[in-house]
């Protein structure tokens, strides 16, 4: 299984970027995948989600409204559509998976498997 996340970068506040999750080992039409976040000094935290049998999308009170997750299950990938950025979307992006049909999506101990994550950084 590998997860592999790209698309990170430099942008200006109110800005967009596309952040792509490529799966390997596994295909996505079941379990979940999840992007998360870790700013410097701050804990991990969870951005937005979607299950692989229904594509039902979960977001965080932070990111709803601005970010849309979607997948491809044809070219087995997840991306992750970031509108409207702000300065405290600074961080690193990460990609999870986990095979479970269960979970409280917005921890990250749910996850078995992580990408290497991708820099996103907005200036103001």
């Known amino acids: 299984v590998q997860l592999q996340a790209s698309g990170g970068g430099l942008v200006q506040s109110g800005g967009s970027l596309r952040l792509s999750c490529a799966a390997s080992?596994?295909?996505?039409?079941?379990?979940?995948i999840a992007w998360f976040r870790q700013a410097p000094g701050k804990e991990r935290e969870p951005v937005a989600c979607?299950?692989?049998?229904?594509?039902?999308?979960y977001y965080s009170d932070s990111v709803k409204g601005r970010f849309a997750i979607s997948s491809d299950n044809a070219k087995n990938t997840v991306e992750l559509q970031m509108n409207s950025l702000k300065p405290e979307d600074t961080a690193v992006y990460y990609c999870?998976?986990?095979?479970?049909?269960?979970?409280?999506?917005?921890?990250?101990?749910?996850?078995?498997?992580w990408g290497q994550g991708t820099l996103v950084t907005v200036s103001s």
């Open positions: 999870a998976h986990t095979a479970n049909e269960r979970i409280l999506w917005g921890m990250p101990q749910e996850y078995e498997d």
């Open positions: 979607i299950s692989g049998r229904r594509r039902t999308t």
């Open positions: 080992g596994f295909t996505l039409d079941a379990g979940y």
